[in-house]
């Protein structure tokens, strides 16, 4: 899978201009969300898990999103910025790992709503390790911010936030 993967991005790089620090443009990551959930499709089909073509969209738009915060974070250094074949190789490595978890697990997709889960007073997000990114850290405490939350104490042990977080 990360072969297949990195071999499309490597096939698509030479024609696509790029804003400066940019390392993939919003064309490929469109077609990476396209090729994940049809492998995806394609493998829950094979072995038998019944994987709809919703559920294998949704879980490549949530993976390959995954997968390019994952790389940002580590494409920056404390010395200034990775090469860019890190970074995709970085991108492809994540990307490969959450489908084959997901194949693993049976094909049980959870976006990040629902692994956070809330019992009286406390909050708890489970789940694989992930940057969250503003939009993904407001989905992930929503529970905590809604009207009415009694929410005081938050078990944070698997997510790193941004900066913009």
């Known amino acids: 899978l990360i072969a297949s993967i990195l071999a499309v991005l490597k096939h698509q790089w030479a024609p696509i201009q790029m804003s400066s620090g940019s ?22 089909f094979i072995k038998g898990l019944g994987i709809s073509e919703d ?7 949530a993976f390959e999103r995954k997968a390019y915060t994952a790389a940002e974070v580590a ?4 010395t200034g910025d990775r090469p860019r074949s890190e ?22 997709y959870q976006s990040d709503a629902q692994t956070a889960s809330a019992s009286g007073e406390e909050l708890v997000l489970s789940g694989s390790r992930d940057f969250l990114t503003k939009e993904a850290a407001e989905i992930a405490l ?24």
Request: proline share 1%.
């Open 23 to 44: 390392w993939i443009s919003s064309e490929q990551q469109a077609d990476t969300v396209a090729r994940v959930s049809a492998n995806v499709f394609t493998m829950g």
């Open 142 to 165: 929503a529970l905590m911010l809604a009207p009415g939350s009694k929410i005081s104490k938050i078990k944070l042990s698997t997510k790193s936030f941004g900066r913009d977080a």
């Open 55 to 61: 559920t294998a969209h949704q879980a490549a738009v």
């Open 75 to 78: 494409a920056r250094t404390t």
């Open 87 to 108: 970074s995709i190789k970085a991108y492809a490595r994540k990307l490969s790992e959450l489908v084959v978890e997901l194949i693993k697990s049976g094909g049980v």
